[in-house]
């Protein structure tokens, strides 16, 4: 061997970077082919070198972001759909129950009604929808439609089915009521 152990192995992880001249490469070359002890080492060095696994470190690392990622955004979408479920299903409810699609004008009307007694409530204006308390309902809606002009035309009720009328126009009001709450929905 034209070169001692020593040289070669003090130059290998300079070989192993590509930091040597091309001359100096050869000769590492030419030693390794030769040198069983310092390919060994060089080997050794190039896995210990551990570049592979940090590519995998970064790779994995990559993974982990990315999954973190499309898991923040599958609990987003989750949540999405969790809200426009509930949505629709308070929509459904206020529509059965309260005549309103519309479940945020249903939800502070019913609670303004029942929990804070208050005045009679409009929650839709289109067909009109007005909550009441429920106690006395017929009576406070006479005189809620009586604020605003109307003549009540009680001769000519049907059940449920009320007529008021204003500047000759007749509105048929259906009246309805609970033990929570009154609603009266214009036709
Ligand atoms: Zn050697």
């Keep these: 061997m034209k070169y001692d152990c020593a040289l070669i192995q003090d130059v290998v992880s300079l070989y192993k970077d590509n ?3 091309e001359k100096s490469k050869q000769i590492v070359e030419e030693h390794l082919a030769e040198c069983g002890a ?3 080492l060089y080997n050794g060095y190039s896995e210990e070198k551990e570049l592979p696994e940090s ?11 990315y999954s973190k990622k499309i898991k923040r955004r ?3 979408i989750v949540c999405c759909v969790l809200a426009v479920v509930l949505y629709l299903a308070a929509a459904f409810c206020s529509y059965v129950y309260l005549d309103t699609a519309d479940p945020i004008a249903a939800g502070v009307g019913l609670l303004r009604v029942m929990v804070f007694d208050s005045e009679p409530i409009e929650i839709q204006k289109n067909p009109r929808v007005v909550i009441a308390r429920p106690e006395r309902f017929q009576a406070a809606f006479e005189a809620y439609v009586a604020a605003e002009g109307y003549t009540y035309l ?8 009320h007529y008021i009328e204003k500047d000759g126009e007749k509105e048929l009001v259906r009246l309805r009521g609970n033990r929570f ?5 214009w036709d």
């Excluded at 590519?55 to 972001?65: F, G, K, Y």
């Excluded at 709450?181 to 929905?185: N, R, T, V």
């Design 55 to 65: 590519t995998e470190e970064i790779s994995t690392a990559a993974v982990i972001t």
């Design 74 to 76: 599958r609990t987003a």
């Design 154 to 161: 009680a001769e000519e009720r049907l059940g449920k089915l």
């Design 38 to 40: 310092c390919r060994a």
């Design 181 to 185: 709450y009154a609603l009266w929905s």
């Design 19 to 21: 930091a040597l001249s």
